[in-house]
């Protein structure tokens, strides 16, 4: 045989030609190759010679993104797709929910960064973007939708759809998406699969989705037990069926591959070998390793021009290196030292940015400042300001729902983002990284009406399941809070659900209060609604604090007297300072109190028994619990291993000043 193989990839084909002396070569060749082939036989040097001129297509692509409310198992599926594709070895150990990979996710138990991953199913590569489920963390799913052609709803077949699956769903039709409904979970005994479906159908109507879009297939499973299937019931195999509706109704990658390259950036994460790592989905062109390549803004002004370092892309739970990537793929390039999210990366030749789909914007802000107590620096060894404002920043780049700026003190920036959630995990991720901060109670962004001037202020969406004896004190104390209630229905196993409108100043800090109302048994979530006008006022915490009056260490003695004035937030033993919060007030006021003071001791003994120090546990305050807590004259100090609840100004005499300007305003 006589053999030579000649081209390249191109056009998303990959074309051949190769020769052969003999007829049996031939067809033994054009078996094995099982594409559409052209040959011919040319004559010369006295023998026939066949040529075979082929074209192999490549694998075929498929993007999608997993989307669902917090808690209805999209991890849990997509480690069970990942099993079942074949990626891993029979005896490789993976870890329980193998995407969640960051600490706090699993100490949370929920996903807050999209992260991508593939999968091989019959000859066809599908790339899954796995989203976070918990409202706070939308952004992350927003600004995935635009790099997916397909996305597979996920609904708990108890729970039905709940708020952030109403928010993504309306993300995804708006953007043109068929999706692909997975109603999980239909292994729970209190399981209603076929009233989710019409609960699921009715979302659909509700969001103006198309005659196309309301024809959507549906599919039941279990991701915990690796099954899916046409009927509830079975047969309970598994996940093969929701692999071929995937490949049969999610489109092929609308992408012009004869075209110069181009790619919106989607997600920003920072490598400590490769920098910064952009990921995003080729539009058209193909994009090659060392390749010359140019940034531009969403406004079409030029960020810088570099090469692509390196080319990474997602197979399983790793990213390998490439030479090359073709139009349609999910990709990660390294190279680049300004180009962020929404910028568009391209050949030098191309001008015109790509549209980036727009953010809703942020609803609640905090102040971030240093902390200049006097126990600062002693924990953390990042203390400044310009290093906090330096790492915000970055922050900010990769987070597109994060809104970061400078405050008139220099030491202070205000952080606004989607909700309380969101903000808390930036700032238990930077304590940990060994920051000091100071942090203010948080506050919504109010707007104004462009044609009345009147004040508006965010109303969330709020839906709560609970116990039908706990309904009652549920709706009055939302009532108090300015709520509206809209609807109000039985939701099986003796439990009511609940739905509300209310402002979201009305709504921080009441969570803790709401779980303590329902024994522990009610489950809440908010959604960002949309502006309303300003509701007037609303009762805060009617609870006044004890404040220290001294430095050192706190006695057992002095805390167990103080006992009878509320209970207490620190421990005998921890380091105190003046204006530091360390308990609540039984009454309305403030009271600076002394936890240092011991007990009297003499040399005479007393003819009855000395009472025994019994002190009531405290207490814990964590960080999400103390930003709920905390009054608008009151911060949180953070450090890596402490969490401490401060006044604003730590003396007393400026305390009571700035009381009486605020009375008198």
Same mark, same amino acid.
């Given at each position: 045989?006589?053999?030579?193989?000649?081209?390249?990839?191109?056009?998303?084909?990959?074309?051949?030609?190769?020769?052969?002396?003999?007829?049996?070569?031939?067809?033994?060749?054009?078996?094995?190759?099982?594409?559409?082939?052209?040959?011919?036989?040319?004559?010369?040097?006295?023998?026939?010679?066949?040529?075979?001129?082929?074209?192999?297509?490549?694998?075929?692509?498929?993007?999608?993104?997993?989307?669902?409310?917090? *808690?209805?198992?999209?991890?849990?599926?997509?480690?069970?797709?990942?099993?079942?594709?074949?990626?891993?070895?029979?005896?490789?150990?993976?870890?329980?929910?193998?995407?969640?990979?960051?600490?706090?996710?699993?100490?949370?138990?929920?996903?807050?960064?999209?992260?991508?991953?593939?999968?091989?199913?019959?000859?066809?590569?599908?790339?899954?973007?796995?989203?976070?489920?918990?409202?706070?963390?939308?952004?992350?799913?927003?600004?995935?939708?635009?790099?997916?052609?397909?996305?597979?709803?996920?609904?708990?077949?108890?729970?039905?759809?709940?708020?952030?699956?109403?928010?993504?769903?309306?993300?995804?039709?708006?953007?043109?998406?068929?999706?692909?409904?997975?109603?999980?979970?239909?292994?729970?005994?209190?399981?209603?699969?076929?009233?989710?479906?019409?609960?699921?159908?009715?979302?659909?109507?509700?969001?103006?989705?198309?005659?196309?879009?309301? !024809?959507?297939?549906?599919?039941?499973?279990?991701?915990?037990?690796?099954?899916?299937?046409?009927?509830?019931?079975?047969?309970?195999?598994?996940?093969?069926?929701?692999?071929?509706?995937?490949?049969?109704?999610?489109?092929?990658?609308?992408?012009?591959?004869?075209?110069?390259?181009?790619?919106?950036?989607?997600?920003?994460?920072?490598?400590?070998?490769?920098?910064?790592?952009?990921?995003?989905?080729?539009?058209?062109?193909?994009?090659?390793?060392?390749?010359?390549?140019?940034?531009?803004?969403?406004?079409?002004?030029?960020?810088?021009?570099?090469?692509?370092?390196? =080319?990474?892309?997602?197979?399983?739970?790793?990213?390998?290196?490439?030479?090359?990537?073709?139009?349609?793929?999910?990709?990660?390039?390294?190279?680049?030292?300004?180009?962020?999210?929404?910028?568009?990366?391209?050949?030098?030749?191309?001008?015109?940015?790509?549209?980036?789909?727009?953010?809703?914007?942020?609803?609640?802000?905090?102040?971030?400042?240093?902390?200049?107590?006097?126990?600062?620096?002693?924990?953390? *060894?990042?203390?400044?300001?310009?290093?906090?404002?330096?790492?915000?920043?970055?922050?900010?780049?990769?987070?597109?729902?994060?809104?970061?700026?400078?405050?008139?003190?220099?030491?202070?920036?205000?952080?606004?983002?989607?909700?309380?959630?969101?903000?808390?995990?930036?700032?238990?991720?930077?304590?940990?990284?060994?920051?000091?901060?100071?942090?203010?109670?948080?506050?919504?962004?109010?707007?104004?009406?462009?044609?009345?001037?009147?004040?508006?202020?965010?109303?969330?969406?709020?839906?709560?399941?609970? *116990?039908?004896?706990?309904?009652?004190?549920?709706?009055?104390?939302?009532?108090?809070?300015?709520? !509206?209630?809209?609807?109000?229905?039985?939701?099986?196993?003796?439990?009511?659900?609940?739905?509300?409108?209310?402002?979201?100043?009305?709504?921080?800090?009441?969570?803790?209060?709401?779980?303590?109302?329902?024994?522990?048994?009610?489950?809440?979530?908010?959604?960002?609604?949309?502006?309303?006008?300003?509701?007037?006022?609303?009762?805060?915490?009617?609870?006044?604090?004890?404040?220290?009056?001294?430095?050192?260490?706190?006695?057992?003695?002095?805390?167990?007297?103080?006992?009878?004035?509320?209970?207490?937030?620190?421990?005998?033993?921890?380091?105190?300072?003046?204006?530091?919060?360390?308990?609540?007030?039984?009454?309305?006021?403030?009271?600076?109190?002394?936890?240092?003071?011991?007990?009297?001791?003499?040399?005479?003994?007393?003819?009855?028994?000395?009472?025994?120090?019994?002190?009531?546990?405290?207490?814990?305050?964590?960080?999400?619990?103390? =930003?709920?807590?905390?009054?608008?004259?009151?911060?949180?100090?953070?450090?890596?291993?402490?969490?401490?609840?401060?006044?604003?100004?730590?003396?007393?005499?400026?305390?009571?000043?700035?009381?009486?300007?605020?009375?008198?305003?």
């Amino acid at each position: 045989m006589n053999g030579q193989f000649i081209g390249r990839y191109r056009r998303g084909v990959h074309p051949g030609k190769r020769t052969f002396e003999t007829p049996l070569v031939f067809l033994i060749f054009a078996a094995i190759v099982r594409a559409p082939i052209n040959c011919r036989a040319d004559s010369g040097g006295g023998k026939i010679v066949f040529v075979i001129i082929y074209v192999v297509r490549l694998m075929e692509l498929r993007n999608i993104a997993i989307i669902a409310h917090v *808690d209805h198992g999209k991890t849990t599926l997509v480690d069970c797709l990942l099993k079942q594709s074949g990626i891993f070895r029979e005896n490789q150990q993976i870890a329980e929910r193998a995407m969640d990979s960051n600490d706090l996710e699993r100490e949370r138990g929920i996903t807050i960064l999209a992260k991508c991953t593939s999968v091989e199913w019959e000859g066809a590569r599908i790339n899954i973007v796995d989203t976070p489920g918990h409202a706070d963390f939308g952004g992350e799913v927003e600004r995935i939708l635009s790099m997916v052609d397909g996305v597979v709803v996920l609904v708990d077949a108890a729970e039905g759809p709940m708020p952030q699956t109403k928010f993504v769903l309306g993300k995804a039709l708006g953007l043109g998406l068929r999706p692909i409904v997975l109603i999980n979970k239909v292994d729970r005994p209190d399981q209603r699969a076929d009233e989710v479906l019409d609960e699921i159908f009715d979302l659909f109507a509700a969001l103006d989705a198309d005659e196309y879009q309301l !024809d959507f297939p549906h599919l039941y499973s279990s991701a915990k037990e690796g099954w899916a299937a046409e009927e509830s019931d079975g047969p309970k195999v598994d996940m093969a069926p929701l692999f071929e509706l995937i490949l049969r109704h999610v489109s092929r990658p609308d992408v012009v591959s004869d075209s110069s390259f181009t790619m919106l950036a989607t997600t920003l994460e920072a490598n400590p070998y490769l920098g910064r790592l952009l990921t995003g989905k080729i539009s058209s062109g193909k994009a090659t390793r060392n390749m010359a390549i140019k940034v531009v803004n969403r406004h079409g002004e030029r960020v810088e021009e570099g090469r692509i370092s390196q =080319l990474l892309a997602f197979r399983g739970l790793e990213r390998i290196q490439i030479e090359e990537a073709e139009a349609g793929d999910i990709i990660a390039i390294a190279g680049l030292e300004k180009a962020t999210v929404a910028d568009t990366l391209s050949s030098p030749d191309v001008s015109q940015p790509i549209a980036a789909e727009p953010i809703d914007p942020p609803t609640l802000t905090m102040t971030f400042s240093i902390n200049d107590s006097p126990l600062a620096g002693q924990e953390g *060894d990042k203390v400044t300001s310009r290093i906090i404002w330096d790492r915000l920043k970055r922050e900010a780049e990769g987070n597109v729902a994060l809104n970061v700026s400078r405050t008139g003190d220099m030491n202070a920036f205000e952080v606004a983002g989607r909700g309380e959630l969101q903000l808390a995990v930036l700032i238990e991720t930077m304590r940990r990284e060994g920051f000091e901060l100071s942090i203010s109670r948080p506050r919504v962004v109010y707007r104004e009406d462009q044609e009345t001037g009147e004040k508006l202020e965010p109303i969330e969406e709020v839906v709560i399941d609970v *116990d039908e004896e706990f309904a009652g004190t549920v709706v009055e104390k939302l009532a108090a809070r300015k709520g !509206d209630m809209t609807e109000m229905r039985a939701a099986g196993s003796g439990k009511q659900r609940i739905t509300f409108l209310a402002p979201s100043r009305a709504l921080i800090g009441y969570h803790s209060e709401f779980l303590t109302d329902t024994r522990g048994t009610g489950v809440m979530n908010r959604l960002y609604h949309g502006y309303a006008p300003f509701k007037g006022a609303i009762d805060k915490r009617r609870n006044g604090t004890l404040i220290s009056m001294g430095a050192g260490k706190a006695v057992a003695y002095a805390l167990w007297n103080l006992e009878d004035r509320g209970p207490m937030f620190i421990n005998a033993g921890d380091k105190v300072y003046g204006g530091m919060i360390i308990g609540e007030h039984a009454r309305g006021n403030d009271l600076e109190v002394n936890p240092l003071k011991g007990k009297q001791l003499t040399n005479i003994r007393a003819s009855g028994k000395d009472d025994a120090v019994d002190l009531t546990p405290p207490i814990p305050m964590g960080l999400d619990k103390a =930003l709920a807590y905390i009054g608008d004259d009151e911060l949180v100090e953070v450090t890596p291993l402490s969490v401490r609840l401060r006044k604003l100004y730590l003396d007393p005499h400026e305390r009571k000043r700035e009381s009486r300007k605020a009375a008198a305003e």
